[in-house]
């Protein structure tokens, strides 16, 4: 019977052409909606993460009270030691170690002398060690605006904002003047061999990249770490998965009386991102929720429409010899078939949408150029994310409600005498 309801259904295009159309383009709306949602809050809770918090990071309890001063002095001790238990004890993260510093660039002349000066905000990142992901996670090599990433300790990257500023050309070296882990003064000169923009509005303005090792030898931080950062190793940022794990590695791991003492904390302990996670994620679904709501209306009203105009027909079968029943079940079957098909359509054209704006993204920096608050880490380019859930989202409104619309509409045929539906055939 499937076969040959589908038959007809293929071969009777004024009967199937506009429902299947209608559902296509309505499940395709709804997979794109739902994966630019998702890659929008993600990307948000990404830029976040790579630039600041990761999705949890693990710090000393004193640096945590005085992050905002970079207090070096404070930071973890024993850094490779304490990474090698964390990836034992929660193997779906990956998690690198980070020194983050502040201090002047100096830029001498040819005669040694200083040309320009400014204040700087360097982040040593792990770079080199096999297997390491900073160089995916902050997308640098699609981020470079001219020269190669740093191959040496002593090499660097500037923002471009920093290095316009500045004026400084790649090849040349600027001398990086500050405080060591221990509070001595220090000096290191780091070669300048590219620049990057994060397109990140104000966040890069001031910022320098560099390998931890050639930090650490900076700043005499040898195996110490400002913060070790976690990353779910799919990308995708799990807060109540984040929370819970803040939770129990502090339960086991934190002593409050000993500042020295590791803690963890999720991204939502982090400036205001508490509140930006609980805003975002029920936005996301009122905004979900309603659209999905609009769009089964839809296909609902299409379905009963689509019954209705069908009496004629009913009438000729109920004529024939079919009984209510049957007639009753085949459309039911028939509002299924087309349902599946204009969903599976819609679902591959969505897909495709949602993954070219996963890798070409929605640019809108001129948007962004009057913000200058840095509290909040936001991209200038939103992003789609491809999810297991668009794979299935759209047939819930493709094809539940194309089957309650015409189950709607066939309660009528029980409810009719034959006599009305035959003359309904006759008009």
């Known amino acids: 019977m499937i076969k040959f309801l589908t038959k007809g ?20 709306m709804i997979v794109f909606f739902q994966g630019f949602l ?3 809050l993600n990307s948000m809770f990404l830029d976040s993460a790579v630039v600041s918090t990761g999705h949890v990071k693990v710090t000393t309890r004193a640096y945590e009270e005085e992050s905002q001063l970079l207090p070096n002095d404070l930071a973890l001790l024993g850094s490779q030691q304490m990474m090698a238990e964390l990836s034992g004890q929660y193997a779906d993260h990956f998690w690198t170690p980070r020194i983050t510093f502040g201090g002047l660039l100096d830029v001498p002349d040819e005669q040694g002398e200083t040309r320009a000066q400014g204040p700087a905000v360097a982040f040593g990142l792990d770079l080199f060690s096999a297997g390491s992901r900073q160089i995916e996670i902050w997308e640098l090599e699609r981020r470079l605006v001219e020269g190669r990433l740093p191959a040496k300790p002593e090499e660097a990257l500037l923002s471009s904002k920093l290095a316009d500023r500045l004026g400084v050309r790649l090849g040349e070296s600027v001398t990086f003047i500050g405080s060591t882990m221990h509070g001595a003064f220090t000096t290191f000169n780091f070669s300048v061999t590219g620049t990057f923009n994060l ?18 030898l900076a700043l005499d931080m ?10 779910k190793n799919s990308l995708y940022y799990e807060d109540e ?36 996670v609980d805003f975002s994620m029920a936005a996301m679904a009122i905004m979900g929720a309603i659209f999905l709501i609009i769009v089964m209306i839809v296909l609902w009203n299409m379905g ?17 010899g079919e009984s209510k029943g049957q007639v009753f ?20 054209i969505g897909l495709g949408l949602t993954y070219y704006m996963q890798e070409v993204g929605l640019d809108y920096s001129e948007a962004l150029e009057g913000l200058t608050s840095t509290n909040i880490i936001m991209s200038n380019v939103f992003y789609a994310q491809v999810t297991p859930e668009l794979f299935y989202i759209g047939f819930i409104p493709g094809v539940l409600a194309t089957v309650l619309g015409t189950m709607l509409a066939g309660r009528a045929i029980y409810k009719r005498e034959m006599a009305q539906l035959f003359k309904e055939l006759e008009t």
Do not use: W
């Open 329 to 348: 079940r085949s459309m039911i079957v028939e509002s299924v078939i087309i349902g599946f098909i204009g969903t599976v359509i819609g679902t591959g």
């Open 222 to 231: 040898d195996d110490a770490a400002s913060e070790i950062l976690g990353y």
């Open 9 to 28: 259904i293929l071969r009777d295009r004024s009967r199937s052409l506009i429902p299947v159309l209608v559902v296509t383009l309505t499940v395709a």
């Open 304 to 320: 009963l429409m689509n019954g209705l105009r069908r009496y004629g027909e009913i009438g000729m079968r109920l004529a024939i």
């Open 241 to 276: 998965e984040a929370v819970a794990m803040r939770t129990d590695y502090n339960l086991n791991h934190s002593d409050s009386t000993n500042i020295f003492s590791p803690t963890m904390l999720a991204l939502r302990d982090a400036n205001q991102m508490g509140m930006m």
């Open 38 to 40: 998702t890659g929008i």
């Open 199 to 216: 397109k990140m509005g104000p966040v890069d303005k001031n910022m320098m990249l560099v390998d931890i090792s050639g930090a650490r």
